[in-house]
């Protein structure tokens, strides 16, 4: 993935905290038997996708960083939206782990800053990872900027699904996900998503409804 990220500095603990929780994730998913169901043919060396926006709930992060890196990762590079704290900071390293680039905000802070630099990775021939319910939730939320991005920049939005045969769920506002050592894990790489430009009120929350419940219906515990 891109190695690229916008100009916020996270602190040298965050950075220490980073790698190491991406290292621990890489060798935590080493021992995982994953299954991968790809329906958009973008496991494939020779897919001809254009750049996609990647869309997955937050809880799912543990796992889709190193399916990714293992599927896609040598024909396609990637940033993830990570927001502009310290714990996206943490975020933006792990992610560094495995060849992940970042930008950072969120709906909240460096929003436009955030836009701006998706659609530029996009326009490089970048995809883009969201997590439409973060960086604080609500769990299962929708934030509406995967849409706007999708329909400023034509990137199609592809929904990314986890499902667990046997996982512990943090108590944390996502119920972060980690799957238990040796256990199996389905990743389905879905359809893609076209979004029209210039879309009204009701055809862009039309769009946004249909996103969330196609995510939706690709959990075990909604």
């Known amino acids: 993935m891109s190695s690229k990220s916008t100009e916020i500095r996270g602190s040298r603990k965050a950075e220490i905290l980073g790698t190491l929780a991406g290292w621990l994730m890489k060798l935590w998913n080493a021992t995982l038997r994953f299954e991968v169901d790809d329906r958009c043919g973008i496991t494939g060396p020779d897919n001809h996708l254009p750049p996609v926006i ?19 990762g ?28 970042s930008v950072r905000g969120s709906s909240s802070r460096r929003a436009v800053a955030a836009l701006i630099g998706m659609k530029r990775e996009l326009k490089e021939g970048v995809d883009v990872c969201i997590t439409p319910d973060g ?14 991005l999708a329909e400023s920049s034509g990137a199609p939005i592809l929904p990314i699904h986890a499902r667990f045969h046997s996982a512990w769920r943090l ?38 409804d249909r996103i969330r419940e196609i995510l939706l219906a690709g959990t075990d515990d909604a």
Request: net charge positive.
């Open 135 to 148: 960086p604080r939730g609500p769990r299962y939320g929708f934030h509406a900027g995967m849409i706007k």
């Open 54 to 72: 990647y869309a997955m709930w937050h809880n799912r992060i543990f796992v889709i960083p190193s399916i990714w890196r293992k599927n896609c």
């Open 74 to 101: 040598r024909h396609r590079r990637a940033v993830v939206l990570t927001s502009a704290s310290k714990d996206g900071a943490i975020l933006a390293r792990a992610m560094a782990v495995f060849g992940i680039g």
């Open 171 to 208: 108590k944390t506002w996502d119920r972060l996900v980690i799957p238990k050592p040796f256990s199996r894990v389905t990743v389905i790489f879905d359809e893609t998503l076209a979004v029209p430009p210039k879309l009204d009120e009701a055809a862009f929350q039309q769009h946004s």
